[in-house]
């Protein structure tokens, strides 16, 4: 995969990393409702870590939507 996205549970922290030469782009954070919670810009850094801190959101099941040119990357996380 082009982003690993560790670690996954999480209670608080969460680190994306690109793996491949990715352009700077958007991540966004939704609920299971389709609600977005977040939405910021990224700066990537191959093999650097775009760390996001989780701990503002409810428990639950979340999707980060990383966009990055024609690219967009969807992961599945659960914050305890």
């Known amino acids: 995969?082009?982003?690993?996205?560790?670690?996954n549970p999480t209670q608080r922290k969460i680190n994306i990393v690109c793996n491949e030469d990715c352009s700077d782009g958007t991540l966004e954070i939704w609920d299971i409702h389709g609600r977005?919670?977040?939405s910021?810009?990224?700066i990537?850094?191959?093999q650097q870590p775009v760390e996001l801190d989780m701990s503002g959101l409810e428990k639950g099941v979340y999707f980060v939507v990383v966009k990055s040119g024609r690219f967009v990357w969807r992961e599945k996380i659960l914050v305890l």
């Open 44 to 46: 990537f850094s191959k």
């Open 1 to 7: 995969s082009m982003f690993q996205l560790y670690p």
């Open 36 to 38: 977005k919670e977040l």
């Open 40 to 42: 910021m810009p990224v």
